[in-house]
T-cell receptor, first 114, second 112 residues
């Protein structure tokens, strides 16, 4: 596809369960970002991957959150032992090289933790 | 501490009139600014950007103004159209940063 693809588009889970969110970036884009938007809030940076460099994890809110990017392409964001405050729209974005580049966003995964 | 602030959560404008969306920032290291537009159930899409070496950038109906001394930027849309109704996010970054810092967004509604 031409754009950033995220799956699932919606996820409802019970408190305490683990969830995995998937992102397929635009082909050839070396930089990949995860952001989240909680209700009434702005976009909050979570993690950044650039090529083969170590990821910038400075935005991850707790050690329950982790992400990986396999083969420099697909990325998975994992949230362990989900809490109600994890409910948000999780957005993935990619850019050609990172830094000053404008980002291309997916349509997000709406996560609801009951 | 919010480094990028959009103090107006919502704005309503009549079709054909000018829409002005405002954004303030606190980090003096920011030197590149962007505006994104977001429709419901879609990801944000890039709209327009400006480097700190400029004070104005224009693209069709959209103009972004940057006032570095006031740490303030604004997005002007003229004339406004109903299709412009969306949430507008201001974002900023610097040469040393690798991510954009976003504001909380302003919901623009253009009334026909």
């Amino acid at each position: 596809g031409a754009g950033v693809s995220q799956s699932p588009s919606n996820k409802v889970t019970e408190k305490g369960k683990d969830v995995e969110l998937r992102c397929d970036p635009i082909s050839g884009h070396t930089a990949l970002y995860w952001y989240r938007q909680s209700l009434g809030q702005g976009l909050e940076f979570l993690i950044y991957f650039q090529g083969n460099s170590a990821p910038d994890k400075s935005g991850l809110p707790s050690d329950r959150f982790s992400a990986e990017r396999t083969g420099g392409s697909v990325s998975t964001l994992t949230i362990q032992r989900t809490q109600q405050e994890d409910s948000a729209v999780y957005l993935c974005a990619s850019s050609p090289t990172g830094g000053y580049e404008k980002l291309f966003f997916g349509s997000g995964t709406q996560l609801s933790v009951l | 501490d919010q480094q990028v602030k959009q103090n107006s959560p919502s704005l309503s404008v009549q079709e054909g009139r000018i829409s002005i969306l405002n954004c303030d920032y606190t980090n003096s290291m920011f030197d590149y600014f962007l505006w994104y537009k977001k429709y419901p159930a879609e990801g944000p899409t890039f709209l327009i950007s400006i480097s700190s070496i400029k004070d104005k950038n224009e693209d069709g109906r959209f103009t972004v103004f940057l006032n570095k001394s006031a740490k303030h930027l604004s997005l002007h849309i003229v004339p406004s159209q109903p299709g412009d109704s969306a949430v507008y996010f201001c974002a900023a970054t610097s040469g040393s940063a690798r991510q954009l810092t976003f504001g909380s967004g302003t919901q623009l509604t253009v009334l026909p």
